[in-house]
């Protein structure tokens, strides 16, 4: 994610993270400096320090989650059937269209306008629709 900051982010554009805690219980931390703490020691480790936002833990799917994700998931559905190793998750109910790992990413437009969802390793796909949206909002 830092690496998208590098590319982009002179053209109106930032990574906005959102820790989250229901994959495989991942995120541990309880308030935001815990969780940046454990960005720079533990994983990734190495002093690593994000070059945006990071915001407090949330909840992305089941009865508790965040009316940012309800919204994204609505506007953005990825419905594919096979949903992956259900003990792995952590809330309830489970649902076709919830975002199924830790760095899933939504590309949202400079006006507010969800325009694509990427799974969570598709980096080179992301770049390639980076420049589409970023150079299109530029001309206009």
């Not at 953005?76 to 269209?97: A, E, M, Q, R, T």
Request: hydrophobic share 45%; proline share 7%; net charge positive.
């Amino acid at each position: 994610l830092n690496a998208l900051m590098e590319m982009f982010g002179h053209l109106n554009f930032t990574v906005l993270g959102f820790p989250c805690n229901q994959f495989g219980l991942q995120s541990p931390g309880k308030v935001n400096h815990e969780m940046l703490n454990i960005l720079k020691y533990v994983r990734p480790g190495g002093g690593f320090m994000p070059k945006f936002p990071v915001f407090s833990k949330v909840e992305v799917n089941g009865l508790n989650e965040d009316p940012l994700f309800t919204f994204l998931k609505e506007s953005l559905p990825f419905v594919n059937p096979v949903i992956g190793d259900i003990k792995k998750f952590y809330w309830s109910p489970i649902k076709v269209n919830d975002i199924r790992w830790n760095f899933e990413k939504f590309l949202i437009t400079a006006n507010g306008m969800p325009f694509k969802r990427f799974k969570e390793y598709v980096t080179m796909v992301i770049e390639s629709e980076f420049k589409l949206i970023l150079f299109q909002e530029q001309k206009t």
